[in-house]
């Protein structure tokens, strides 16, 4: 699928206060700032149109703008985040996809965070895990299914979200923590050295995959495949839990 646009959200001042396990100290705000940029420069780099919003300082963890809403075809599914502190930040971004998508929502008890979504051609892979319920995957699984989607339920273990540890380079190949290769035995998943394991998030658009700066095995991996790969600085994000994916939402 041809990607064409990006929606963003700059961290806020109070960025280090959002949620994180990470355990690597505090992010510095300027520096996660210029990572930021360098971010929204990679997404042009890769062809995408960037609509760049400010975050919203009442949820610190708002530039994690794609755990907020699933994207399908023809429907925004908005998410109802596993972590009670960031259900707000849902609201702005129903509101902007309402333009132009069908707006539905995962109800209660159901919990979801974009984070465990990973469509990979026709099939969602949707992550169970401490942010996504049993409810709220299978409330996912069916919507997309009426779109003829396929879906499967994948525990997640040792990570925060599915595409934490596990990263579709293609249809065919996967990069991923031994976890998700263990999970997944009919895909064919490069586990790097897990002192590189923060890569096995990476991003993917178009003929590009955009690789977090650092982790030279999967870079060299995915070169080895003849993919375009762009080298984004992310330090401060992953201090507070966060990977190449969640900084966007494409389409
Ligand atoms: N800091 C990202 C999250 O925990 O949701």
């Known amino acids: 699928m041809q990607l064409t646009h990006a929606l963003v959200r700059r961290p806020t001042s109070n960025f280090a206060a959002g949620l994180t396990t990470a355990n690597l100290g505090s992010p510095d705000y300027t520096l996660a700032l210029a990572q930021h940029q360098a971010y929204c420069t990679a997404l042009r780099q890769a062809g995408l149109q960037v609509i760049e919003w400010e975050g919203d300082a009442q949820y610190p963890d708002s530039c994690f703008v794609e755990d907020t809403v699933v994207l399908t075809p023809h429907m925004a599914i908005i998410t109802r985040p596993g972590a ?3 259900r707000g930040e849902t609201l702005a971004i129903a509101n902007y996809f309402a333009a132009f998508r069908q707006i539905v929502h995962i109800e209660a008890p159901g919990t979801l965070d974009g984070g465990d979504v990973l469509q990979v051609g026709h099939t969602f892979f949707i992550g169970l895990s401490e942010r996504t319920n049993e409810a709220g995957a299978r409330q996912l699984a069916e919507l997309v299914q009426r779109e003829g989607f396929h879906t499967r339920l994948v525990p997640v273990h040792g990570v925060l979200h599915l595409k934490t540890g596990l990263t579709a380079i293609d ?23 897990q002192e590189e394991w923060y890569a096995a998030n990476s991003l ?3 003929d590009w995959l955009l690789v977090p700066s650092g982790f030279p095995s999967v870079r060299n991996f995915v070169t080895r495949l003849g993919k375009k790969t762009i080298e984004v600085p992310m330090s401060e994000f992953q201090k507070m839990d966060g990977g190449l ?4 939402l494409r389409w």
């Open 84 to 86: 009670a502190s960031r």
């Open 245 to 248: 994916t969640c900084l966007s």
């Open 171 to 193: 249809t065919r190949h996967f990069v991923g923590t031994s976890w998700f290769a263990e999970q997944l035995p009919d895909l064919e998943v490069f586990v790097p050295p």
């Open 204 to 206: 993917p658009i178009n």
